[in-house]
């Protein structure tokens, strides 16, 4: 597609429930960025996949939390026995690392 | 640490009006910082990107000029208009290693009145 697709674009989930939140970036770009978006808070760095190397895990907040990069293309940010803070939107971006970064629309997350 | 700082946190103008905003960053080693705007509801528009090595770049009515020796950057918004009314972002690739991630600062909110 033309632009970073991320799905769902909404989800409310029970508390405890486990929840996937799925990210195709645009073709041929070679970096994936997590973030996430409390409500009146800034953007917080979650996780970052550059092509084949390891990727920076170091903003996910527990081990409630993983992600994947299957084929060096969609990403797929995992979070186990959600917890009611963990509402907020979750946000997707690619690039050709270091060059300019472009977001999807985010899924917005709300556990009850 | 590495951090990025945004002011003011809002701001409201008259439409017609030029204005600037201010983006300082704590460390001057820097690839590039790239500018976004946020509409309510909805994802990240990337706006311009500055390299490191560039002082300014323009599109449209928008500006960013980066001084990084100062740690800071701006974006001049001329003639606004309320369709400029959003949060504006500023994001910073800082150097070091491979690691390409966005260090984000909390935003300013505009709102451009008719």
């Known amino acids: 597609g033309a632009g970073v697709s991320q799905s769902p674009s909404n989800k409310v989930t029970e508390k405890g429930k486990d929840v996937e939140l799925r990210c195709d970036p645009i073709s041929g770009h070679t970096a994936l960025y997590w973030y996430r978006q409390s409500l009146g808070q800034g953007l917080e760095f979650l996780i970052y996949f550059q092509g084949n190397s390891a990727p920076d895990k170091s903003g996910l907040p527990s081990d409630r939390f993983s992600a994947e990069r299957t084929g060096g293309s969609v990403s797929t940010l995992t979070i186990q026995r959600t917890q009611q803070e963990d509402s907020a939107v979750y946000l997707c971006a690619s690039s050709l690392a270091p060059r300019e970064a472009f977001f999807g629309q985010g899924t917005r997350l709300t556990v009850v | 640490k590495q951090e990025v700082t945004q002011i003011p946190a809002a701001l409201s103008v008259p439409e017609g009006e030029n204005l600037v905003l201010n983006c300082s960053f704590t460390?001057?080693?820097?690839?590039?910082l790239q500018w976004f705007r946020q509409d309510p509801g909805k994802g990240l528009t990337s706006l311009l990107l500055i390299q490191s090595s560039q002082r300014e770049q323009t599109s449209g009515r928008l500006n960013a000029s980066l001084d990084k020796s100062s740690g800071r950057s701006t974006l001049y918004i001329a003639a606004s208009q309320p369709g400029d009314s959003a949060t504006y972002l500023c994001a910073v690739r800082f150097s070091g290693g491979s690691n390409y991630k966005l260090t984000f600062g909390k935003g300013t909110l505009l709102t451009v009145n008719p």
């Open positions: 460390d001057s080693a820097i690839y590039n």
